[in-house]
């Protein structure tokens, strides 16, 4: 097991009651269950800026390709009504 850290947070009481609710329910401590959500929200956020970034350097770099919003709308709608067909 990874070596581990005390963290303290304030919740909501709502929230506490819910998270408590689900620890009894699934036979968790709410330090898994809280741990748990935190792994999945850390991991997502790095995925969306590691994307946001990448997404940046390739507008930054020379020779990038940019098009017109309405263009694209108006290929996306002759895709989507071309499907209907």
Request: zero cysteines.
């Amino acid at each position: 097991m990874a070596p581990t850290s005390t963290m303290t947070i304030r919740l909501p009481v709502d929230i506490l009651n819910r998270l408590a609710e689900l620890a009894r329910s699934t036979d968790r401590s709410k330090s898994y269950l809280a741990t748990k959500a935190i792994e999945e929200y850390v991991v997502a956020q790095e995925w969306q800026i590691k994307a946001i970034e990448e997404a940046i350097r390739e507008a930054e770099a020379p020779g990038a390709v940019f098009h017109d919003h309405a263009d694209v709308v108006a290929r996306m709608r002759r895709k989507i009504a071309a499907k209907k067909e």
